[in-house]
């Protein structure tokens, strides 16, 4: 790798780009205006990394190194989506739309145990954020309730005893209720937390060994926050997803060799628009945002303060962003990366 300190804007970070063939496709010079247009912009930003073809191309360290963990805040829902793809390839999870009721009946409040609609939803409902839930969010993604829910003694419990709207069933809600039930349903059906559900079948798999995810009052890892990881195993996850959930022996060709984690499918199902989401953010998948990036389509894990696991397959790319996780404000990259780095990286 090569130090770029082209710019005094980038003299206080660790960067790193790496030389690599023309047939990569990244313009140097180009990439190294981005970075510096882009710490302009989000001067908060812990770290940025670049992926091309499979090839680490950058890597910039603000304030910390490679070796530090991020709050991955929302971003965390994406994982736990791959993770119940895991569990479902294994024959484990209940299938897309069969109802979730059984799994929580015991703890139900006898309203919910008596309502039709309670038990019309589905693990697909969940996946989607289209549960119906009781819940209210603004414009930026704020969940007005959310710190009721994390105050309470038992999250599920609060959970379990929010009513359905009709209304509401069907169309998406950005409701972190749905992504953390997501956790404890795994749970219930496999019998281990997802944390260590994501060691033996997605972590382990990937080299991941340093990381956090915290655990909810019932016990349970935290479906919609709570995971820390640091900047290269948050693109070890990114290049999974666009590897189609495959992780490669890059030394030989023979397809045996290949390690399925992921089924391909369920990728394919977590990256397209299921439903309309905002237009702030895209439409939404399973677990995290699609749109389009200068014409190409792209998938987004997003977490508040700008964590961030962005893949454009069609380009070959996969972008991580850190943050700081505890701002209040923070400016979405999309028009950086339209305006800054698609280029670079079509420049060729």
Excluded at 109 to 119: G, R
Excluded at 149 to 155: E, K, L, P, R, V
Excluded at 329 to 341: A, G, S, T
Aim: charge should be neutral.
């Amino acid at each position: 790798m090569t130090i770029c300190n082209t710019s005094s804007d980038l003299t206080n970070k660790k960067c790193w780009i790496t030389p690599v063939p023309e047939k990569k496709r990244v313009h140097h010079k180009r990439l190294e205006t981005a970075i510096t247009a882009l710490y302009k912009l989000h001067p908060n930003l812990r770290c940025f990394l670049l992926a091309r073809q499979g090839e680490t191309i950058c890597e910039v360290y603000a304030d910390c190194d490679e070796t530090s963990l991020h709050d991955l805040r929302s971003a965390t829902k994406t994982v736990v989506g791959i993770l119940v793809g895991i569990a479902s390839s294994h024959g484990l999870m209940p299938a897309l739309e069969e109802s979730i009721k059984p799994y929580f009946e015991a703890e139900l409040p006898q309203s919910n145990k008596n309502d039709p609609l309670w038990s019309s939803i589905s693990l697909y409902h969940l996946l989607t954020m289209t549960s119906g839930l009781h819940w209210q969010t603004g414009p930026k993604l704020g969940e007005q309730w959310i710190h009721r829910f994390h105050n309470s003694a038992s999250w599920t419990r609060f959970a379990l005893r929010l009513p359905v709207h009709a209304e509401f069933m069907n169309h998406f809600q950005y409701r972190s209720i749905d992504s953390h039930l997501l956790s404890v349903l795994l749970t219930r059906i496999t019998g281990m937390r997802a944390d260590q559900y994501a060691e033996r079948h997605l972590f382990g798999p990937l080299g991941i060994i340093n990381y956090r995810w915290a655990l909810s009052p019932d016990g349970d890892a935290s479906g919609h926050i709570g995971l820390h990881l640091s900047g290269r195993d948050m693109l070890k996850i990114g290049q999974l997803m666009l590897d189609k959930g495959i992780i490669r022996d890059n030394n030989v060709s023979n397809s045996t060799d290949a390690l399925y984690v992921i089924p391909s499918e369920w990728i394919k199902e977590t990256m397209r628009s299921h439903h309309a989401g905002m237009d702030a953010y895209g439409n939404y998948g399973y677990q995290g945002w699609s749109h389009r990036l200068q014409g190409y389509d792209a998938f987004c894990a997003l977490g508040h303060g700008g964590q961030m696991i962005y893949i454009v397959p069609e380009l070959d790319i996969v972008v991580v962003l850190a943050g700081n996780s505890h701002v209040r404000r923070w400016r979405h990259p999309r028009l950086w990366l339209e305006q800054h780095l698609l280029p670079a990286c079509l420049s060729y």
